[in-house]
């Protein structure tokens, strides 16, 4: 991202500690993802259907904290301004790591978990 947009993003301890913010807000989507599916499935729907509806309740809650948070740190990323510079690298690892993290939490850990318990569903039929 450096000097994309001719802005330019210093590798600091601030971006370094926006590595641990990030690191702090991602990992709380996929938990609560499964932990929805493993209620499901606890309740006795078929593992598709768990994970098709456990992202279909998560899913507000995801872009809801997902948008805020992007909404909220556009500008210290794209608008220039007194205060900006120090804080730009946090902003911009927050910001798109954000957006990459809630693509694969929505894509691919989805496809993911339902690949693996229908291998489990096959493995303990056998």
């Known amino acids: 991202m450096n000097n994309v947009f001719g802005i330019s993003i210093p590798f600091d301890m601030i971006t370094l500690l ?22 499901r499935l606890a309740q006795g729907e078929i593992p598709y259907d768990a994970v098709f509806n456990s992202v279909k309740v998560r ?3 995801i872009m809801m904290s997902m948008l805020t948070t992007i909404f909220g740190l556009a500008p210290v990323v794209f608008l220039p301004g007194a ?11 927050v910001l798109f790591g954000l957006l990459f ?3 694969l939490t929505l894509i691919f850990i989805p496809a993911l978990l339902s690949l693996l318990l229908d291998f489990r569903q096959k493995r303990q039929s056998v």
């Open 59 to 61: 899913l507000r809650p």
């Open 101 to 103: 993290s809630t693509l």
């Open 83 to 93: 205060g900006t510079e120090l804080y730009r690298g946090l902003g911009t690892i």
């Open 18 to 39: 926006g590595m641990v913010v990030l690191i702090g807000i991602v990992v709380n989507n996929p938990i609560l993802l499964l932990e929805q599916t493993r209620l």
